[in-house]
């Protein structure tokens, strides 16, 4: 029984750590897509401004007193680069929300492996709260995503029975010891 519990805690463990590095990457890409979507919801008017020897297009905001505040770009050397201009930075309403629901998805996954992490048991009732809640999670990234995610969603929700008959079978081998 010991020997079961650690191998839970140690691919917890792993998968918690991957779960965490996928977990800051998607919202780094969120926050990509996020600005991306504000800023062509915006449409901002753009002027030209001359930086260095070369002038770029860049994105007004407003005027506050005799200053001028522009939208920020990057600018390499004498190089101007309006980053509006790329079409792969060009995200919808759908991709941001996508995004979004991912996130939350993510991060009930982690929850529930970092308690499986701790705990070594997935026969606890803390566990399968979780794991419900990832399973809801995964229902509101299929209204998004379409049928995988609704998969996802089933899937999670018989492993949540399972896990909650193991745990009503734990409680009744703990009572009669």
Not at 72 to 81: A, D, L, S, W
Not at 100 to 128: M, N, Q, W, Y
Request: charged share 20%; glycine share 6%; proline share 2%.
């Amino acid at each position: 029984m010991e020997k079961h519990t650690e191998q839970i805690r140690r691919f917890s463990t792993v998968i918690y750590i991957l779960l965490k590095i996928a977990f800051v990457a998607v919202i780094v890409v969120g926050a990509v897509e996020a600005i991306s979507w504000f800023m062509s919801v915006l449409a901002l008017h753009t002027e030209t401004v001359i930086v260095g020897e070369k002038s770029i297009e860049v994105p007004f905001l407003f005027e506050l007193g005799d200053f001028k505040i522009y939208m920020p770009v990057f600018i390499m050397g004498k190089f101007g680069v309006d980053l509006s201009n790329f079409d792969f930075l060009k995200f919808s309403f759908g991709d941001v929300l996508r995004t979004a629901f991912t996130i939350v998805a993510l991060a009930h996954a982690k929850s529930v492996f970092r308690a499986l992490r701790d705990t070594g048991s997935p026969f606890r009732e803390d566990v399968v709260q979780k794991f419900k809640r990832l399973a809801i999670a995964l229902l509101c990234v299929g209204v998004v995503t379409g049928v995988v995610g609704f998969l996802a969603a089933g899937i999670v929700w018989v492993l949540c029975l399972i896990f909650d008959y193991g745990c009503a079978l734990q409680n009744e081998s703990d009572t009669t010891l």
